[in-house]
């Protein structure tokens, strides 16, 4: 039986030591108290473990997984311990992040206040704690993808105000356990990256309300952990899954035009910009692997529709 006051907080590591220091001092500070925290670790090779055996905090819980499976199932390694462990609602966080004591209990009042599923922060740049990175944000049908709210914006008060939204990354995330027992976990075929926007729309779509709390703020050093957008680490990943997304989530036509639209982009920017063959044939090789990934996922669709 769920504890209705008790959170889960659920970490992905994956070579973090270089970040955890701030992040366990921000969690472990926290005035609301009654949370467990789930630190999933993706078979680190560097000091991690070592920086986490530091703390004897009993509301602590290391889960060792023997592969890095990516931040999508490392997410849901963690989601599947909270919720057997009773927790009512699930805080996805990165832990590139900084944040006051009064993050936890802002975004859990701001559940009960707007009576909603999901809330978010207001996400600054912690190296410039000025400027904002996310102030909620909105899936976009014509891109076929997500944009953030005030992004790249100084923070002048503008996004001061709670609204309902419908998507934002998932560094962190508060959510109750009812929106996985009715939407399901994070699709782990995407490994890392647009995890967080499918997951949004499936939500979104089930009719789970998210909100963006203001008053919480979250400091995240953006690209810290994965070399930044324009890193071939990101690149690959963010092309092959968002072709991915295109096909799992619109019909065949949509997909389809907005699949030609992306790869006139990729051909702009890599090729007849930047003038970057190796980069474009890393994108065309991503955009290849998102469509596999497509056949492969409508292939296990068929497999369950005949077993059923």
Known sequence: MADPARVGV???????????QEFMESMLRQDYGDFLLYIVDNASSDETLRCLSRYE??????LRNPVNSGVAEGNNIGIRAALQGGCSSVLLINNDTVFGPSLLSDLHSGLHQHECEMVVPKILYF????IIWSAGGY???IRGSARHFGFDEKDSGKFDHDCEINYNPTCCMLIKREVFERVGLMDAKYFVYFDDTDFCL??????MRLFYVAKAELLHKVGKLTGG???LFTIRYCTRNHVYYLLKHFTKWQAWGLLLA????????YLLRGRNITVFFLAQRAFREGLELSVQQLSTQDVI???A
């Open 10 to 20: 659920v970490t992905v590591t994956y070579n973090s030591a270089p970040v955890l």
């Open 57 to 62: 905090d009993q509301r602590i819980v290391i």
């Open 127 to 130: 190296d410039d704690p000025t």
């Open 139 to 141: 899936l976009s049908w």
């Open 202 to 207: 499936r939500a979104h779509r089930a009719g």
């Open 229 to 231: 957008s324009e890193s």
């Open 262 to 269: 992306f790869q006139a982009h990729i051909t702009l920017k």
């Open 305 to 307: 529709t005949e077993s």
